[in-house]
């Protein structure tokens, strides 16, 4: 059972399933934190009785003991009697909390500040918005006055300070600055000593056109500094001063697009009226944009982009929420959704659209309306997802409409996997998309076209072809700042590494942790959930290692085929024929060629006979193929080698 431990606020432990773990009485959770601020060194029994009370009694290192052992019992349930503790371990004279690195909010939100500094800002955005949430009150709250605690609760303190300011900046640098003020305001409310939040309060300001108010703060700040500590303000509050005096064109990084923007928002919310429905579909288009700059706002994109939808629906108007709907074409090429329950609502909604559609709608909302729903319905094998693609596709290509073409081809590609070996047909999509998009300057559709061609082109082992594409959609996203183009890139670079066969297998690991990490705060747990292990497993075995995965991994929708490979790498035969019984057949996705695979080997090692027919007739299709290659991502080397051994285990 995986445990995540939580110091950033009152002391707590949640298991796998993220329901609080019961942790007894106050000196059990003090002994917790005490071995979590240890960062898994050993603490002498004897110490953690000195710590735990100001006059040790007698029998304190035997109470101790008597702690960690229920310790135990609460975070390992599990574990049989007299079996070592994984967790709470036993070393010399004392314990020490042998924790993954990522199990402590603590050392997740010190890597995710770290990490958020070579970011770009909407990344970095992103990473600090979500690391900032994992905090829910000071730092080791109950042991506040505690020597042990001190150090590390003031270190951590110092970081959410330091990460609440980096956050204000990357925010200034996407604009509108307008927006970073309130947030500064109260962060100076509050500590008034910090330099660094004063300077970004008056830069925030004289960026929103408040050039007064700018200067009132640095003159506050002044005065502050001065009279209460009687120092004079820092060089940086000095020239931040001197230059708005002066107007610098320094402190206006986006110059006159940010005016541009600043005014037209202001006009737009002085002329359009609060209930106007022109609102909802300008919502649309701006959330069609926020969509594609990296991962807050994709996730904050998929939030509204449901709330426009239920807005335009109370209104009654079936054409107008068709536009609504159907305005919302932003490019996918990931066969899971990153949110299923607002997946259903948008399907429901726009199945609800298209039958009150009054006759005689224009053709172009109902293949908007059908494009949706083929969309998303990806990866659910529906007849309803496949039968909405071929409509959409057809009305589309009956009208004079590149982009809705495009997006009804987004569509078809998404229900292109009803079985394995389509790479080439999803490969002729993405031709089209390519030639379609730069023909009619459909940016985020050419880029799209780009990643299915690398991913089918990986497919069927053709990667000359696939660097190209993928060389194509970086520089497309480098000019037009489409970040999350290169988490698919540089996934592929690592599958790149593990497909050529020569790539050491510590280089190509290396790289895929590297992509993993890419994929924090991307915005897309449709991907990212399950993915690094699964990743992991198959390197190993295109490399003949044991499948050794790390421990406490969370396998997220991939467990049910990873788990007989699992057992039998740990000699547990019986458990992995049973478990291979349970396993369901692949969803009809990006990942179904790998996960057969993954059902072949593990069937053909228990011999089981109706899994390995089952797999081969899955897999047949595809012989030509790589497996897992054509999600871009990982492979698990030839699917015809795995046919080969299932043809042998099956003659036997």
């Known amino acids: 059972m995986r445990v995540v431990f939580g110091v950033l606020g009152p002391v707590t432990a949640w298991d796998g399933a993220g329901e609080p773990i019961a942790l007894k009485g106050p000196r059990h959770r003090a002994v917790l934190a005490r071995l979590i601020v240890a960062r898994g060194r050993v603490v002498p029994a004897s110490l953690l009785a000195d710590d735990l009370w100001e006059d040790p009694p007698a029998g304190a290192v035997g109470a101790v003991r008597t702690f960690v052992a229920a310790l135990r019992r609460s975070l390992e349930p599990g574990r049989p009697p007299r079996a070592p503790a994984r967790l709470l371990v036993t070393e010399g004279p004392g314990y020490a909390l042998r924790a993954e690195p990522d199990a402590v909010d603590a050392w997740r939100f010190e890597h995710a500040v770290s990490a958020a500094a070579g970011l770009a800002p909407g990344d970095a955005l992103a990473r600090l918005e979500e690391a900032l949430g994992w905090w829910r009150g000071p730092a080791y709250a109950e ?339 489409l970040p999350l183009v290169g988490v698919f890139t540089r996934w592929y670079g690592a599958l790149r590494l593990a497909a050529s066969g020569t790539a050491p297998y510590e280089e190509a690991e290396a790289a895929y942790r590297d992509a993993a990490a890419g994929l924090e705060g991307a915005g897309m747990p449709g991907l990212e959930h399950g993915l690094s292990p699964l990743a992991q497993l198959c390197l190993r075995l295109v490399y003949g290692l044991p499948a050794e995965p790390a421990e406490g991994a969370d396998w997220g929708p991939y467990e049910p085929w990873a788990r007989p490979v699992l057992l039998l790498a740990r000699g547990r035969r019986g458990a992995a024929a049973a478990a291979l019984r349970e396993v369901p057949d692949p969803p009809r996705d990006l990942l179904q060629e790998a996960l057969w695979c993954l059902v072949a080997r593990a069937a053909i090692e228990v011999g089981d006979r109706p899994a390995m027919e089952r797999a081969r007739e899955e897999l047949a299709p595809a012989a030509d193929e790589l497996a897992g290659a054509g999600s871009g991502l990982l492979t698990l080397g030839p699917v015809a080698r795995y046919l080969d051994d299932l043809a042998a285990a099956l003659d036997a």
Request: glycine letters at 8%; aromatic letters at 4%.
């Open 143 to 481: 042991f506040a006055e505690e020597p042990w605690a001190r150090a590390d609760r003031a270190r951590l303190t110092e970081l959410r300070l330091h990460a609440v300011e980096r956050r204000a900046e990357a925010r200034l640098a996407l604009g509108p600055a307008a927006a970073a003020v309130p947030d500064l305001d109260a962060h100076v409310a509050e500590h008034p000593w910090r330099e660094d939040a004063w300077r970004l309060l008056a830069l925030a300001l004289y960026r929103s056109g408040r050039q007064g108010d700018a200067l009132e703060v640095l003159r506050r700040a002044r005065t502050l500094l001065v009279e209460q500590l009687g120092v004079d303000p820092g060089p940086r509050l000095r020239r931040l001063e001197d230059d708005i005096l002066h107007q610098a064109e320094h402190l206006d990084p986006q110059g006159s697009a940010e005016r541009v923007w600043t005014r037209a928002a202001a006009a737009y919310d002085r002329t359009v009226g609060p209930a106007a429905r022109t609102r909802l579909e300008s919502t649309v288009g701006l959330l069609r944009g926020l969509a594609v700059t990296g991962g807050g706002g994709l996730a904050a994109a998929r939030e509204h982009r449901v709330a426009a939808v239920a807005a335009a629906e109370e209104l009654g108007d079936a054409e107008l929420t068709a536009r609504v709907i159907g305005a919302y074409d932003v490019p996918a090429n990931w066969t899971r959704a990153d949110d299923p329950r607002q997946v259903a609502r948008v399907i429901a909604a726009a199945e609800r659209t298209l039958a009150a559609l009054p006759p005689g709608a224009h053709e172009a909302s109902r293949a908007r309306l059908l494009a949706t729903i083929a969309l998303e319905s990806r990866g659910t094998g529906s007849a309803r997802g496949r039968e909405a693609a071929r409509e959409a596709e057809r009305l589309a290509r009956g009208l004079d409409d590149p982009a809705l073409l495009a997006f009804a081809l987004n569509g078809v590609y998404m229900q292109a996997f009803e079985r394995a070996g389509l790479a080439p047909r999803r490969d002729a999509i993405g031709a089209e998309l390519v030639a379609l998009s730069a023909r009619h300057g459909l940016l985020t559709y050419e880029v799209l076209g780009h990643l299915i061609r690398v991913q089918s082109r990986a497919a069927l082992a053709d990667f000359a072809a696939a660097d190209r594409h993928a060389a194509a959609a970086d520089q497309l996203a480098e000019r037009n700042e």
